[in-house]
């Protein structure tokens, strides 16, 4: 049973491109999250989404960033002209529920580096 | 006023011995998750272990343990008998309410392990 798959792992850029970033959840699971880690600090939330659905935006900047969850397919995080600052590590999490008992399973991240 | 925060930036701990990670947290919420994670230099978020707001007990997972003080808001991590694998960032968390979408994050306290 593979755990969360996200892809690329290492993201370069140039300013003023646009980057993908993909996240498929484990198996069964059909919450995604997304959350943004900057260096030397903790993940910050960015966006919560369920099939098909943004469920809950808050931390998410409000322009040059996206995110969608299709019926079939990776969950995709899509930052247009991005810029130095969005340098950062990506990560996705996903779980089955919203149950204050799951820890959340996160995936490896996508480091992305805007040159 | 920070939902989470970890005082210590950088700790040692000799191989073998025992090591208490602090956090501290803030919340009015009276049902909230506290949750502790792993990042390794590898960079993945590895789950260790979660405490509910009203469960009685101190949760225990193999050599973690979490020492839950409700009345001080404290949520501080114990290893028991360290390992060299042991050296990574850690990062404790808290969710609030049965279906809060997002983890708050401290600012992580990295631990190495002296063999």
């Known amino acids: 049973n593979a755990g969360v798959m996200q892809n690329p792992r290492h993201l370069v850029r140039r300013r003023g491109q646009e980057a993908r970033l993909r996240c498929s959840p484990m198996k069964g699971h059909s919450h995604v999250y997304w959350y943004r880690q900057l260096p030397e600090e903790g993940l910050k939330f960015m966006v919560y989404?369920?099939?098909?659905?943004?469920?809950?935006e808050s931390g998410m900047p409000k322009e040059r960033f996206s995110a969608e969850f299709p019926k079939e397919g990776p969950s995709i995080l899509r930052i247009q002209q991005v810029v130095r600052g969005d340098s950062a590590a990506y990560f996705c999490?996903?779980?089955?529920?919203?149950?204050?008992?799951?820890?959340?399973?996160f995936g490896s991240g996508t480091r992305l580096t805007v040159v | 006023a920070q939902k989470i925060t970890q005082t210590q930036p950088g700790m040692f701990v000799q191989e073998k011995e025992a090591v208490t990670l602090d956090c501290t947290y803030d919340?009015?919420?009276?049902?909230?998750?506290l949750f502790w994670y792993k990042q390794p230099s590898s960079g993945e978020m590895i789950f260790l272990i979660y405490?509910?707001?009203?469960?009685?007990q101190n949760a225990t997972e193999g050599r973690y343990s979490l020492n839950f003080q409700k009345a001080r808001k404290s949520a501080n991590l114990v290893i028991s008998a360290s390992q060299l694998g042991d050296s990574a960032m850690y990062f404790c968390?808290?969710?609030?309410?049965?279906?809060?979408?997002?983890?708050?994050f401290g600012t992580g306290t990295s631990l190495t392990v002296i063999p």
């Open positions: 405490q509910g707001s009203y469960d009685q």
């Open positions: 919340t009015s919420d009276p049902s909230y998750g």
């Open positions: 999490a996903s779980s089955p529920g919203q149950s204050n008992n799951y820890g959340y399973t």
């Open positions: 968390a808290m969710r609030e309410g049965n279906t809060g979408n997002q983890f708050y």
């Open positions: 989404l369920q099939k098909e659905n943004i469920i809950d």
